[in-house]
């Protein structure tokens, strides 16, 4: 924990940001009927019943300190999956820094194995070397500043129902345009005093320490 809180206290740094990624999931939902019919003073109503059409992976990538987001759709959320956004990332969003600095949870498929799962060796250790990983502890994602921006996500975008990946893929583009162009950051408040204070129970009691 402490380890994240010190990587979000670092000065912005264009050569070095630091980007939160996560992974969630959106079902698909087609109308079986039409809307019901309108009523002045009311709004659009919807029959209950639906019809399920798929479930799509998303992956977050944020900066919070740019204020920064791309939300990348896939069918599965595999290792492959996941190198493969790793790779656009480091190749498409974020190809001319020094370094990324990656802030995700410990998710299985969430590690350098997977790059070597899906490319070869050399494509994989030049993808690696772009990234410096830190890891939210367990039961910790809520450290994570990606998980916080999906919760904007699903309330002012995909907290409906969207009837395929397409109109999905559409909506969520469109979200984050408009995030993006009013640069909307996260400044992260909670710090490692901070921490050490509310959390102290996860603290050792030791000896002569003032964290009892």
């Known amino acids: 924990m402490e380890d994240i809180l010190a990587v979000y206290l670092r000065p912005y740094d264009p050569l070095r940001p630091v ?3 996560d992974e969630s999931s959106k079902q698909q939902i087609q109308e079986v009927f039409d809307e019901l019919p309108l009523k002045p003073g ?17 992956f977050m990538m944020f900066e919070p300190l740019r204020g920064w987001r791309h939300v990348k759709v896939t069918n599965t959320r595999t290792s492959v999956d996941f190198a493969k956004c790793v790779k656009e990332l480091v190749d498409v969003h974020y190809a001319d820094v020094e370094k990324i600095v990656i802030v995700m949870d410990n998710l299985n498929t969430h590690t350098e194995a997977s790059l070597y799962k899906t490319f070869p060796p050399e494509e994989a250790f030049r993808i690696a070397q772009k990234l410096e990983i830190h890891y939210t502890p367990k039961h910790g994602s809520w450290l994570d500043m990606a998980e916080i921006e999906f919760s904007v996500l699903s309330r ?3 907290n409906r129902r969207i009837p395929d990946q397409e109109t999905l893929i559409k ?5 984050g345009n408009v995030r993006n162009a009013n640069a909307i950051k996260c400044e992260w408040q ?5 921490a050490r204070i509310k959390l102290k129970k996860l603290y050792p009691t030791l000896p002569g320490s003032n964290y009892k």
């Open 190 to 194: 909670f710090t490692t005093e901070d």
């Open 19 to 21: 980007v939160c990624i």
């Open 156 to 158: 002012q975008c995909i």
């Open 42 to 58: 009311e709004p659009v109503k919807f029959d209950s019943e639906y019809k399920r059409n798929g479930v799509s992976n998303l």
């Open 171 to 175: 909506e969520i583009e469109a979200w």
